[in-house]
């Protein structure tokens, strides 16, 4: 049976360093864009995809997205019946149409760990993953429904891909594959930070994945990787080598607000729309 998406993992757990001191008491995926968290972004890309249930790991120090996405009786009483509730009607929205549930990373010993804590709130179906510091905008389907669409198809783990400059392949996980429709490649090899000259490609991974449920017991097998961390990308590297990943070059503009460019361009860009 084809078993559909409905659970969305958010990986939360991470120190944002890049973002200090902002991110010493806050939660790098709050860092609003415009008015609105980032994490907010994430979630209306994953309702939008069709996944109604979503998953947060987070770790110390951020209550703050927990409490975000619940009532605020106080606030809410205060503003009951004045022309101030409108700026609530989305988050509070969202909050009707999804359920939330949260888990701790204890440690934060990598992207790949911070997914298999998830384990104990997707269980074993195939689930979406956000990286909500990764912003993405489509004029049309949002880059999850994107994927979703392609999942129905192939029912395979899928990896969003862009094409960066050679000098920026370090940031990355990095594919090589066969193209077989445009745009979509079937990975047989990825590397996480490779150096320009180790690099198979310039097609880069963001942060956003479907992943099929047997990644957990290669996460389970993973020794750390690059960075002494457990990574997502040696994980994939199993799945493809059993042809089991998808890269897909999607449509639409990505920005890395966790990063102060990235995240000022994020904010110009909305800006100028909002205006338009
Ligand atoms: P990043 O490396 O971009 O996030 O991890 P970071 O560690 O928070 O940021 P910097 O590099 O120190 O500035 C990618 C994603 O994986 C999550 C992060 O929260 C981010 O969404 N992550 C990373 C975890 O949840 N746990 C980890 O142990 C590592």
Known sequence: MKKIITKCLFPAAGYGTRFLPATKAMPKEMLPVLNKPLIQYGVEEALDAGCHCMAIVTGRGKRAIEDHFDISYELEHQIQGTDKEAYLKDVRSIMESCTFSYTRQKEMLGLGHAILTGETLVGNEPFAVILADDLCVSEQDGVLAQMVGLYKKYQKSIVAIQEVAMSEVDKYGVISGREIEEGIYE????????????APSNLAVIGRYILTPDIFDILRETKPGKKG????????LKQAQNKGVLAYKFKGKRYDCGSIDGFIQATNALYNKLKD
């Open 187 to 198: 990975v047989d090899f990825m590397v996480e930070k490779p150096s320009m000259n180790e």
């Open 229 to 236: 961390e457990i990574q997502i990308t040696d994980a994939l």
